[in-house]
C-alpha cells in the first residue's frame, strides 16, 4: 500500500517543462576540491541536494541534513543520487559530508554556475522586461555570523535585476571594500543594452569609464564623500528647474510624495555624464505625524530624452529593492545574520544557495518568499523540479 501511494505522489506532481533547464549540468563544470579516491556522492549532486533543501527552506547544515535524509527514494534518485543495484535503496549523507563539500567547493565558480543557471532558466520561461534597458543593483552585504576571533565578517558584493533575480556575486576580500570588486563582479555578466545603478561608494570616475566602455548606462548617487561634484550638482538652480516626475504612495502606515527633476549637462566631472537628477523625498509618518524631507542627487549616462521621468524614478527606487528583495530575505526569512557557520567558504557557499532560492521563487512569481518556502516544503516533487529534474514515475 505504500509503495502505492509513493508512486501517485510522484505522478501528481508538477512535471518539469520539456525545456526545463537542469541545474545539475551547470554545476558539473565545477571541479570536484575531495580526493577522488572513495567518493561516493558526486559533488553536482550533493550541491543540488543542498539547493533544493534550501528552497524548502532550509536554514542551517543540520536542515540540510535532516531535509535529505526525510526525502523519499524516488526523490533522491531524482537528484541524482544511484541507487543500490541489489536493494533499491538509495544511502543518503550525513550532514557533516554536506558541510565538507560546500566549505572546500569554490565560491567564485559555484556563483558563476548559479547565474548562468538563472539566465537560462529566465530566459527558457520568457521572462522580459518592461524596458529595452536592463536595470541592474550593485551592493553589499556583511554576514555578521561569520565573524571569527582571526578573520572579519565575509562581506559578499551582490548584483541584482530590479525584479529580484541574482545575477552575480563576489566575496570582498579581507582589509579591503567593495570597490575593487566592482569590475570583477560585472565582467561576468553581459552588460550591453542595461542601467546599472548603485550607492555613493561606487559613484568612481574607473566605474564609469569601465560601464560607458562596455555598453552599460549607470544612475549614480552623488554625496558628500566626492566634495566637488556634490557641491556643483547641489548648488544648480533646482527652484527653476521643472518637474520630471512626481509620484505618491501610502504604505507602512506611511504617506511618501517623491519628486524627480532632472537637468542636462555639457561638461560634468564624471565619465559620460549626460545629466544631473533631484529627488526631494517627503515622508510623514501617520501615527507621529512627524515630516521628514531628504534630498538625493544622482547623475547618469542616460542622454535627455532616452527614458521617461517616470522610468526613471522608478529605477532610482528600484535600486534600494536589493535591500528588500535580497538581503531583507535572507536575514528575515533564512535567518543569515544568526547563523553560526564561519568554517572555510561555507558562509559564501550558503548565501550562494539562498540567492539561487529567493531568485527561483521570484522568477516563478512568488513575491513573498516565506510563503514560497512553505509551499515548497510541503511537496517533494516541487524543489526537485524547480531546479529542473525529471521526477519518473
Known sequence: MSCALDRLARLCGAAPLPCAVDLLSYLAVIPDPRDPRGLRYPLPVLVAA????????????????????????????????????LTGTVAVPHWPTIRRVLSLVDGDLLDAAIGAF?????????????SPLRAIAVDGKTLRGSRTPQHPAVVLLAAMDHTGT???????????????????LLDTLDL?????????????????????????????????????????????????IPLEHKDRTRAHHRVEIRRLKAVTFKHLDYPGARQA?????WRREMTSRKLTVERVYLITSLPPGAVSGAQLATWIRGHWGI???????????FREDDSKIRTGRLPRAMASLRNLAISIHRQDGRHNIAAATRHTARDFTRPITALGRAITA
Do not use: C, M
Request: cysteine-free; overall charge positive; glycine content about 6%.
Open 277 to 281: 537628477l533631484q529627488v526631494v523625498r
Open 118 to 130: 538563472l539566465a537560462a532558466r529566465r530566459t527558457g520561461a520568457g521572462i522580459a522586461d518592461a
Open 323 to 333: 535591500e528588500n528583495l535580497l538581503h531583507h530575505v535572507r536575514d528575515r526569512t
Open 166 to 184: 541574482v545575477l552575480a556575486q563576489r566575496q570582498v576580500a579581507d582589509k579591503s571594500n567593495e570597490i575593487p570588486g566592482f569590475a570583477p
Open 192 to 240: 550591453d543594452n542595461t542601467v546599472i545603478t548603485a550607492d555613493a561608494l561606487h559613484t568612481q570616475h574607473h566605474h564609469g569609464t569601465y560601464l560607458r566602455e562596455h555598453g552599460a548606462h549607470y544612475i549614480a548617487v552623488v554625496k558628500a564623500n566626492h566634495p566637488h561634484l556634490h557641491k556643483r550638482i547641489k548648488s544648480l538652480p533646482w527652484s527653476q
Open 50 to 85: 543542498a539547493a533544493a533543501s534550501v528552497l524548502a527552506g532550509a536554514r542551517s547544515l543540520a536542515a540540510v541534513g535532516e531535509w535529505i535524509a526525510d526525502a523519499p527514494g524516488w526523490a533522491l534518485h531524482a537528484l541524482g543520487f544511484s541507487a543500490d543495484p
